[in-house]
Structures are given as structure tokens and as C-alpha cells.
């Protein structure tokens, strides 16, 4: 396993009446934070937040292209970013002790934060189609370049993690600085991820580093 320490590049927040950053996604212009009772639509360049749409939003968030799905209470929510409308509605499957959420190959990815798994579930049903097993707690969930990262949070200790799906065996950490933990995660698709830091309020934007 490849391990060096993390390079926190921007932090945003706290941010006015946010007390804990959950799930984080990327819309390809705006990061988006579940903060409990709504998700918060950030501009990435200079922080400020630019709109809210009011909807569960407890655990992780993911955008499939065009809409946003996000895990609150034991239920995973399709929304239309424009509207703010919720267009469907289906179980999760930690039942309420779900964390991250991703978007990839047509699929949903959940994170369960103390089963340490990660589950590929259909976006229709909510049916389970596999599970990888994770050594850690499991925060937020992402793909990048084909490869799935997860975050961690155990104690004071937090790192983001690329795996093999189909092992789960880590092939690379990148650890947080001392105290700082990983929330929700997300990648722009390029060369940083989002990470939410939960009770701290912030976001932080974290180098990915190129790959061999």
C-alpha cells in the first residue's frame, strides 16, 4: 500500500446556521453539502453558498448527471437540483446507519460507516447487487478514474483511501492532517476531492495525487 499524508489545499467554512457537513457531490459547478435538514450548494472558487434545497439530508450525496440523490433517516431521495422536487423514493440499505454515496457505472454506492462495507445497490429498487468489505469505518464513497476511494474517521484519525472494488484491498492512503476527519467525499473528476468535515462545520479541498 502506497501511504503519504494529505495536501489540504483550500478550507471553507463554517459556514452561517451549518453545524455538521454530511454527504458531499459535485455537479461539475457547484459542491453540494447535506447538512442535515437540507442540501447547500457551494461555489467551489470562492466558497459562498449560493442556494438550499430543503430535504433529509443525514448521511451522503451523489449526482448522477442530472439529479441529486441523498441519504436521510433510512431512505435514499431523487431530486431534481432545479426544482428542489423529490422524484423518487427508495430504501437504504444500512436502514438508517448508512454514510457515504456515490454515483458510478449506472450504480449507487453506499458507504456503511460501523459495518465497514460498501454497497452496490440498484438506483431504481434500492436490491443490493454487491459488498465490499472495508478494514475501517466507512464515511463518503467515490470514483475517480475508474478507482473507488472511501474516507475514514475513526478517533482524531481521518484518511481517504483508494481500494480495489473488487477486493477491497487498500492500495493507497492519504491521511489527514491530526484531528481532522472526512465526512462526506467527493471527487471533481480531476485532481481534488471535496471532503465534508463533518462537526467542524467545513470543507476542505484535498490534492488527489497523480496516479503511476
Known amino acids: 500500500m502506497k501511504r ?8 471553507f467554512g463554517p459556514f452561517t446556521g451549518v453545524e455538521h457537513v454530511h454527504g458531499v457531490t459535485y455537479d461539475g459547478k457547484q459542491v453540494w ?16 453558498t449560493l442556494r438550499t ?4 439530508a443525514h448521511a451522503g450525496t451523489a449526482f448522477d448527471g442530472q439529479h441529486i440523490y441523498q441519504i436521510g433517516d433510512d431512505r435514499i431521495r431523487k431530486i431534481d437540483p432545479q426544482t428542489g422536487r423529490i422524484l423518487a423514493t427508495i430504501p437504504a440499505p ?23 462495507k460498501i454497497h452496490q445497490i440498484d438506483p431504481q429498487t434500492g436490491a443490493v447487487l454487491r459488498t465490499i468489505d472495508s478494514n ?41 492532517p491530526a484531528g481532522v476527519g472526512v465526512s462526506g467525499l467527493e471527487s471533481d473528476g480531476g485532481e481534488q476531492f471535496f471532503c465534508g468535515g463533518g462537526t467542524s462545520g467545513k470543507l476542505r479541498v484535498v490534492r488527489r495525487p497523480p496516479r503511476d
Open 4 to 11: 503519504s499524508k494529505a495536501t489540504v489545499l483550500r478550507e
Open 33 to 48: 453539502m447535506a447538512v442535515g435538514n437540507s442540501v447547500v450548494a457551494l461555489d467551489p472558487g470562492n466558497g459562498k
Open 53 to 56: 434545497i430543503d430535504v433529509p
Open 94 to 116: 444500512g436502514g438508517g446507519g448508512d454514510s457515504g454515496l456515490a454515483w458510478a457505472e449506472g450504480s449507487l454506492w453506499v458507504g456503511q460507516y460501523r459495518e465497514r
Open 136 to 176: 475501517r469505518f466507512v464515511t463518503g464513497v467515490t470514483w475517480v478514474d475508474g478507482s473507488l476511494w472511501h474516507g475514514t474517521w475513526e478517533g482524531d484519525e481521518g484518511s481517504l483511501r483508494r481500494i480495489d472494488a473488487q477486493t477491497g484491498e487498500v492500495l493507497e492512503q492519504l491521511d489527514m
